[in-house]
């Protein structure tokens, strides 16, 4: 059974910094794709930054957060620097059986999700 468990999330002034881990088990998911997405109230789903060969980000992230993984130890993170209020949001991880494509960048090409966690920015 696989199951993704994130961690880090909490609450931050805005220009801090968070570091969320996500890990794996019940299999790797170190030849595929792995993910973050955020969700905050009343808003779609949203690409944050993903992992396979290369690394990816969402446009309101790039520049700020890095996402980075230990094969090893099976898990993923997300380094958050310089938050602001609009980052708020519950971040949720994610792993694809498949390797990147352009669809990678929609929730709807994941297979396995976490539970998520909080993240709160204030101003």
């Known amino acids: 059974q696989v199951q993704l468990v994130e961690s880090g999330g909490g609450l931050v002034q805005a220009g801090g910094s968070l570091r969320l881990s996500c890990a794996a088990s019940g299999r790797t998911f170190s030849t595929s794709v792995m993910g973050w997405f955020r969700q905050a109230p009343g808003k779609e789903r949203e690409f944050v930054a993903a992992?396979?060969?290369?690394?990816y980000y969402g446009v309101s992230v790039k520049g700020r957060f890095t996402i980075s993984r230990d094969n090893a130890k099976n898990t993923m993170y997300l380094q958050m620097n310089s938050l602001k209020p609009e980052d708020t949001a519950v971040y949720y991880c994610?792993?694809?059986?498949?390797?990147?494509?352009?669809?990678?960048?929609?929730?709807?090409?994941?297979?396995?999700w976490g539970q998520g966690t909080q993240v709160i920015v204030s101003s």
């Open positions: 994610a792993a694809d059986t498949d390797m990147w494509s352009a669809a990678s960048r929609s929730y709807i090409a994941y297979d396995y």
């Open positions: 992992i396979g060969a290369s690394t």
